[in-house]
């Protein structure tokens, strides 16, 4: 093309790009070129909304959920990927009334639902579940609840923080407080908690232990020995730990099952416990407030805890089952590799609910700051 | 800005309406350039900056206040805001610092794990509460001296020499520019760690292991820096030195200047700009740093970018905004002192002519000379620096906790064969990167000319329209990202139930274009400067249009800069994150850095095969344009 003649078209097409993007509310307001409708008008279509992972790796639990669930209800499934912002997307998206086309969000987090209620009115976003309308309600743990006291989530499954450690480097270590002796100088690879979820866990998990006046204390401590807060938790596992930086990294209880599934050595991958507990991270499920087909998000949340699919979506999103042992028959692998805590330690829904943020501000002020 | 055409005397009658085009079309394209800057950056920014100014709806000035007299964010400078009428008790302050520094002679180690006394000058300077913003100027300044440095040699090697695949090496100097941050992260681990490919070299000649990231964090943060940043350098410079006329300096060795005091009077100066321009945006660029320090160094290591991303996740945009803000004004306002500089640069018309290449290693003899065995030292740096952590990055997405392994590339393959729609799938994200790429290319080339064009003899008002212009790269990445969300994504209510989105291909395309263009206008606008007014005087006044002068006379002129800026635009679009993940987030718009990203489980190795075939189509492609663009340059 002439650059001149093609000068000249410059203006003209921006003015044209620009001109269809007028929408009347309601009619597909969403993800422009998506095609439209999200399936808010109960036909038989359930837009479920989950993060990367869940969907988008080797082996995710996203195609099989989707292949089973679309056999045994004769309804469509569809899985959208989780906006970058996280829950705060939802939130602005209520906020700004600017409408939500997924049906269920897969995936919640006790502060999510924090924020969620900070940020707009007790209770919101989500519908409160009518647990009379699900037949396996019941099969999940009671101490996995997520404490919601508007009951708008059922946990799907858990996981754990733990430790993850090189036994021809350090010895395990017995307690947190351990991790401060001379020791394990310069040993320990921990994740911001501002932004990644293992070191927000991790952070949760000392205030448990020191409590809120004596957290920072300890954490001053770990300083002084030497700790390093990375960004997220690829950055310090698949970047620092891989790579032999440090012999300790804080990561999940389920570990070991990927050190089998990959061929990876087994003494870079041990388990520890510290004071026999590791953190508890429930993740639940939840049907938003304007959902389409609400009998069918019923449906696919009794789908999720039938004892198949708490199966699959332990091995293939390598989580603990939410339910009870009774109900889920775990292969071989996964009983052999992914290890529990004697004890689990978690903040539910109160214990959050106004201190989070200032807990971790006050932390991140600590370390960062020249 | 009025452009007072005459009309042209067109015999041949070519048609009233190209004529009317060709007269107009600066005007045109000002306007469309107006639109797209309007639309995706000044309202979406907008949109965020305001929240730094309202509570509750009412104009504030509290979130400022606030920010600038917490120690937290200013360091010592926040008791000078929050009382500066105070003005004894500062220098009282200031006198008490200055008292308490002391100056010994020490013996010292310098060099990490040998044990060589040296005698040392040892400064103790009392502690000086920097800060964030303290600390994340005083980062930017050392990463700035670091690319500088590091990018140079490189610019001078390229321009002077000619060796085998030096074209190519040319081209593949961008590549670090495109690489998500995540994988420079895991490339420099795999490159520096401690179990990395520079330890098992050294410990093939009995060296080490050294521990170089745990030594000094803050030390691998500004080589990583350097990483993206020198080559930035070293092509802008590389770009000026291959215009400058060589006549001139061999009028100037006529005259009896020896070849250093001809390199110091006659090229020198005609490189400054372009170094300068090279640090300026080194230094927004490392100011606005973001994944990387966190990523490498650590929380210790936070800058404002960091705080800023914390700000937003926890909903408070007041404080998010006001941070930005101030960050935006600091780098606007070293790009306008900056500007003011180079418009002090008036220059002469100049035809480029390049100084002709020496032979790299024309013989044995020379090969031994002191200034190609610097060269060749520099040669090792760069291998290590640059090649190192890319060639690990490779290196890693062919093997395995077992050795050598193709199982990422085959997932790769199984995705693009077998994926459902809802998951990413490699050839889309290549084919999408490659088009955006070239449609921002469109896009952006044009705006960034017709920005130079209006403001290179603007005088003073030129100046703040061309510092006003550098706005995308002076605005934090993510308070743009959340401006596009809020402002384009969710869409503006407007009466009648209608809402104004601007989302998919367009917006994509849009928002890269006002990534990009600064670029090619900070690489057309100093050549044009120097252009001299009377050829254009001349044409005009044989019955050139405006528009026919700009494209028979001056923009062959400085087809070089044009050809550098556009390589910049499509690097810039290839790289793009951010904003990208935003607005193609649950659609099938996504790119290689979003599909890298999207590939991140448990184990890293698919998304290090997905960066590497990123390395791979950029570096092609980069052949391809700076084979095509060298068509262009005279």
């Known amino acids: ?370 | 800005m009025s452009l007072a055409d005459r009309p042209v005397v067109d015999r041949l009658s070519a048609g009233v309406v190209s004529a009317w085009l060709e007269r107009h079309v600066l005007s045109l394209a000002a306007f469309g350039t107006a639109a797209v800057l309007v639309v995706m950056l000044y309202l979406p920014v907008g949109l965020v900056f305001v929240e730094a100014l309202l509570e509750d709806g009412s104009p504030t000035l509290g979130h400022f206040v606030e920010v600038l007299t917490d120690p937290f964010y200013f360091g010592v400078l926040a008791d000078v805001f929050a009382d500066p009428l105070a003005i004894g008790d500062h220098l009282g302050a200031l006198a008490g610092w200055l008292g308490g520094i002391s100056i010994a002679v020490t013996l010292a180690s310098p060099v990490p794990g040998l044990d060589l006394p040296v005698p040392w000058l040892a400064v103790e300077l009392p502690p000086v509460q920097k800060g964030l913003f303290g600390f994340t100027a005083y980062q930017a300044a050392l990463s700035t001296v670091a690319s500088v440095a590091l990018g140079l040699p490189a610019a001078y090697i390229l321009a002077n020499y000619e060796f085998y695949g030096r074209r190519t090496l040319r081209s593949l100097t961008i590549l670090p520019f495109v690489l998500p941050g995540i994988m420079v992260a895991v490339g420099f681990y795999a490159m520096f760690g401690r179990t990395g490919t520079l330890n098992t070299l050294l410990g093939a000649v009995g060296l080490g292991p050294f521990a170089f990231i745990e030594t000094s964090p803050l030390a691998i943060v500004i080589l990583a820096h350097a990483f993206y940043n020198a080559p930035l350098v070293a092509r802008l410079t590389v770009a000026a030195w291959e215009s400058v006329d060589a006549r001139t300096v061999e009028t100037a060795r006529s005259l009896g200047a020896s070849p250093r005091r001809a390199f110091r009077d006659v090229v020198a100066p005609q490189l400054v700009p372009a170094v300068l321009t090279g640090a300026l945006l080194t230094f927004i660029f490392t100011f606005m740093t973001f994944p990387i320090v966190l990523a490498l160094g650590g929380l210790q290591l936070a800058t404002v970018e960091v705080w800023i991303y914390d700000r937003v996740q926890r909903l408070a945009y007041g404080e998010a905004a006001s941070l930005a803000i101030l960050e935006t004004i600091l780098s606007l306002g070293l790009t306008y002192a900056y500007l003011r500089y180079e418009s002090a640069q008036t220059g002469f018309s100049q035809a480029p002519s390049p100084p002709p290449k020496e032979a790299l290693f024309p013989d044995a003899r020379t090969a031994l000379s002191p200034r190609r065995l610097a060269v060749l030292g520099y040669g090792c740096v760069a291998l290590v620096l640059f090649v190192g952590p890319l060639a690990s990055l490779v290196v890693g997405s062919v093997t395995d906790g077992s050795g050598f392994t193709l199982r990422n590339y085959a997932f790769l393959v199984e995705r693009q064969l077998e994926g459902a729609s809802f998951q990413t799938r490699p050839f889309p994200a290549i084919r999408n990167s490659l088009l955006f790429g070239l449609a921002t290319l469109a896009v952006a080339v044009p705006m960034g000319v017709v920005i130079s064009v209006l403001t290179v003899r603007a005088g003073r008002s030129g100046r703040l329209v061309d510092t006003l212009a550098m706005l995308p790269l002076a605005v934090s990445g993510i308070v743009f990202g959340i401006g596009l969300l809020q402002g384009l994504v969710f869409g503006i209510p407007l009466p009648g139930g209608w809402r104004f989105q601007v989302t998919g291909t367009v917006a994509i395309v849009a928002a890269h274009a006002v990534a990009a263009y600064p670029f090619v206008t900070r690489n057309v606008s100093p050549l044009l400067a120097t252009l001299d007014p009377a050829m254009v005087e001349s044409a005009r006044a044989l019955g050139a249009s405006r528009t026919r002068a700009l494209l028979d006379v001056e923009l062959p002129l400085v087809a070089n800069g044009i050809v550098a800026g556009a390589a910049f635009a499509f690097a810039i679009s290839i790289g793009e994150f951010s904003s990208t993940v935003i607005l193609a987030s649950g659609s099938e718009h996504y790119t290689m850095p979003v599909a890298v990203e999207r590939y991140l489980g448990r184990r890293s190795g698919p998304a290090i095969a997905m960066g590497t075939l990123l390395l791979l189509v950029t570096a092609a492609s980069f052949v391809v344009v700076d084979r095509v663009g060298g068509r262009y340059e005279l």
């Open chain 1, 1 to 370: 093309m002439r650059r001149r003649t093609f000068l000249g078209t410059v203006g003209s097409g921006s003015a044209l790009g620009l001109a269809g993007c007028l929408t009347r509310d309601g009619e597909g307001d969403e993800n422009g070129g998506n095609g439209g409708d999200g399936g808010s008008e109960g036909d038989g279509t359930l837009t479920v909304v989950t993060y990367e992972s869940m969907i988008d790796t080797e082996d995710s639990a996203g195609p099989w959920l989707k292949e089973a669930f679309e056999d045994e209800f004769d309804a469509e499934l569809e899985w959208e990927q989780l906006p970058d912002g996280g829950i705060n997307h939802y939130i602005q998206r209520a906020d700004r009334d600017a409408g939500i086309d997924a049906d269920v969000y897969l995936g919640l987090n006790v502060d999510d639902l924090v924020r969620v209620d900070d940020q707009l009115e007790d209770g919101a976003l989500f519908r409160e579940l009518d647990r009379d309308r699900l037949e396996r309600a019941d099969r999940v743990r009671d101490e996995f609840a997520l404490g919601d006291p508007h009951g708008r989530t059922l946990t799907y499954d858990m996981g754990y923080i733990s430790l993850v450690y090189d036994e021809n480097e350090v010895a395990e270590p017995a307690s947190l407080e351990d991790l401060t002796e001379p020791e394990y100088e310069n040993t320990l690879l921990a994740q911001n908690a501002q932004k990644a979820d293992s070191g927000q866990a991790f952070l949760l998990w000392t205030i448990d232990a020191f409590g809120e006046d004596g957290y920072l204390d300890y954490w001053q401590r770990l300083e002084d020995n030497g700790v390093r807060v990375l960004d997220g938790w690829t950055e310090s596992y698949s970047g620092a730990y891989m790579e032999g930086e440090r012999p300790m990294v804080v990561s999940y209880s389920t570990d070991q099952v990927y050190t089998n599934r990959f061929d990876y050595d087994f003494s870079r991958h041990q388990v520890a416990f510290p004071n026999e507990q590791g953190y508890a991270n429930p993740e639940g499920m939840a049907i938003f407030e304007d959902a389409g087909d609400v009998d069918l998000a019923y449906d696919f949340f009794d789908f999720v805890l039938s004892s198949e699919a708490q199966a699959e979506i332990a091995t293939r999103n390598v989580q603990f089952p939410a339910v009870a042992d009774e109900h889920v028959d775990l292969d071989e692998e996964f009983d052999e590799y992914a290890h529990r805590p004697s004890e689990m330690v978690s903040f539910d829904y109160d214990g959050l609910r106004g201190n989070l943020d200032g807990w971790v501000e006050d932390w991140a002020r600590e370390f960062a700051g020249q």
